[in-house]
């Protein structure tokens, strides 16, 4: 525990400076004011000291009544401690609800949030979370899905789910916001995650994943379920599935399993973040060229030289560069930046075409990070969405040194 715990102090996140206001990209931990109290944990009714089923897989997790949430968990408290201005707004955006790979999770153990948006999407909103810390005022993680660890004591405790725009300043404004309360119990021998059927993901291309199934209780055959309303039955604990998302936006997907075998059934969920790619068949209305320059041991760090192309008869803006930032656990830190500020052009080609170049600074690739990728968005002269993206930055190196030349046998 005292391993996890200290991984959990390395893992602090990247921040995005919008406007003077600090909204959260990474995890973040942020010590309290002195006029703001400890963050404490909704109090439970008795923990039960074993439990005896194993978590299902899959729940939905419900908001708790308004009467239950300590005042450290509040909204006001929670931007209290991450020294901000908390503005409420009205919004056509809603959160339809939290899913959880577990209706409850073992003290110290690893559970998996994901988020439902709905309604009209507001322009520059950030999705994130944000919950109280056991040794710090607030915690901090961006994105639709959360890697949540649980506390070692047992205990029912908050996380909070926000969509946040800037105004400027210290001004956060709330956009919707839902509580979903995470029962953590002490759990007796066998009764953990290490003894219940896993999913784990590894993402292969902008909409391309592979599942492996990971349990101490192999299994005969295993049932899919992507999300999109395809499945698959394989006899070995593995899987790969590409999904077709029609849109540029992000979306996540619920993935279950069902793993049979003489002993019993098994299941278990996992949530994957998916952005859609343009029809194959649909002429393209922007096409990119890439090289990614060797690293180099100076501040500038990685290099990736761009070219954008805009086909005669189409005209694109761009507007802002998101940069995703993946760790070797899957999680990911994202960071929006104006086009203009994230790439340097070098060159204007044209009805929105360039060339340029991006990079990646030193200081941004630490040792859990596996993955850089760059989105570059913007609209043609229709107003649909067009997006273009490259791996700026890949963990060992770009391109391998050349070997020595083999010198003759000595005569």
Not at 13 to 32: D, E, F, K, N, S
Not at 89 to 95: C, D, Q, R, W
Not at 188 to 208: C, F, K, M, S, Y
Not at 295 to 316: F, I, L, Y
């Amino acid at each position: 525990m005292a391993g996890q715990r200290e991984r959990r102090r390395r893992a602090v996140g990247v921040l995005l400076l919008l406007g003077g206001v600090l909204l959260a990209v990474g995890r973040v931990r942020v010590r309290p004011r002195e006029d703001v109290p400890p963050a404490l944990p909704d109090t439970p009714s008795e923990a039960p000291a074993r439990v005896t089923p194993a978590p299902a897989a899959h729940a939905r997790l419900e908001p708790p009544a308004p009467e239950r949430i300590p005042p450290a968990a509040t909204g006001e408290a929670l931007s209290s401690a991450l020294n901000e201005e908390r503005v409420v707004l009205t919004s056509t955006a809603v959160i339809e609800g939290i899913d959880a790979d577990r209706p409850w999770v073992c003290a110290g153990e690893v559970m998996m949030l994901s988020a439902r948006v709905g309604g009209t999407a507001e322009p520059g909103a950030v999705q994130r979370w944000v919950w109280p810390g056991a040794e710090t005022g607030a915690e901090l993680h961006p994105g639709p899905s959360l890697r949540w660890h649980a506390p070692v004591t047992p205990g029912r405790y908050l996380v909070r789910f926000q969509l946040c725009k800037d105004l400027g300043g210290r001004r956060v404004g709330v956009l919707a916001e839902q509580v979903a309360g995470i029962d953590v119990r002490a759990c007796g021998q066998d009764e953990g995650q290490a003894h219940a059927l896993r999913i784990e993901v590894t993402q292969q291309g902008p909409a391309t994943f592979a599942f492996r199934a990971v349990s101490p209780h192999p299994a005969t055959t295993y049932a899919w379920d992507f999300g999109d309303g395809s499945a698959a039955a394989t006899t070995v604990p593995l899987a790969t599935h590409a999904y077709a998302v029609p849109t540029p936006d992000v979306r996540v997907l619920t993935v279950r399993l069902s793993a049979r075998s003489d002993g019993g059934e098994q299941t278990a969920t996992a949530f994957v973040q998916v952005r859609g790619q343009p029809a194959s068949d649909a002429p393209p209305r922007a096409s990119l060229q890439l090289e990614r320059v060797v690293a180099r041991a100076t501040d500038e760090g990685w290099r990736s030289e761009v070219r954008v192309d805009v086909p005669e008869g189409g005209d694109v803006t761009w507007d802002r560069v998101e940069r995703l930032t993946v760790s070797w656990d899957d999680q990911v830190d994202t960071r929006t930046r104006p086009w203009r500020e994230a790439i340097t052009m070098e060159e204007d080609l044209g009805r929105g075409g360039f060339r340029g170049h991006v990079t990646v600074p030193a200081s941004d690739v630490r040792p859990e990070v596996k993955q850089v990728i760059d989105f570059l968005h913007g609209r043609d002269a229709t107003g649909e969405e067009v997006s273009l993206s490259w791996s700026a930055y890949k963990a060992g190196p770009v391109r391998p040194p050349p070997l020595p030349a083999e010198r003759p046998p000595a005569k």
